[in-house]
């Protein structure tokens, strides 16, 4: 009696340490776009980096833009431009001249604004959930 209490103790430990194994090795890590995945995907795409997060040009996106948003302050100008996604990095943009200011809302979403030629643009950051 004795043996076999000890033989399904031992065989129940067993199982119990495969299973606990076997999900902590499933685990999946999810990472935002980069540059480098958003240009193959369009090269022609108007973006800029910030923070490590790849920020979109949203104009075309309609709830984006019905967002009832405030400018809110400076965080940061644009000090590069490329086409060249190697050449990426924080304030790094493909169409946004240099000495563009980036602007948060007051809201704190994920969209920033910038401006041209008096002309408020929306960037929405692309982030994987």
């Known amino acids: 009696m004795f043996k076999r209490i000890v033989s399904l103790v031992l065989m129940l430990s067993m199982v119990m340490v495969a299973c606990s194994n076997q999900t902590t090795s499933e685990k999946t890590v999810i990472d935002n776009p980069t540059p480098e995945e958003i240009l193959t995907e369009n090269e022609n795409a108007d973006i800029f980096v910030l923070n490590d997060i790849v920020y979109s ?6 709830w984006v833009n019905k967002k009832e948003l405030a400018l809110g302050d400076d965080i ?5 431009q490329t086409e060249s996604s190697a050449d990426f990095e924080n304030h790094t943009a493909t169409k946004l001249e240099v000495g563009t200011t980036i602007y948060e809302t007051v809201e704190k979403s994920d969209i920033y604004i910038v401006k041209v030629n008096n002309k408020e643009i929306r960037y929405l950051g692309l982030r994987e959930g």
């Open 57 to 62: 040009n949203a104009e075309d996106i309609e």
């Open 76 to 80: 940061g100008e644009i000090k590069k």
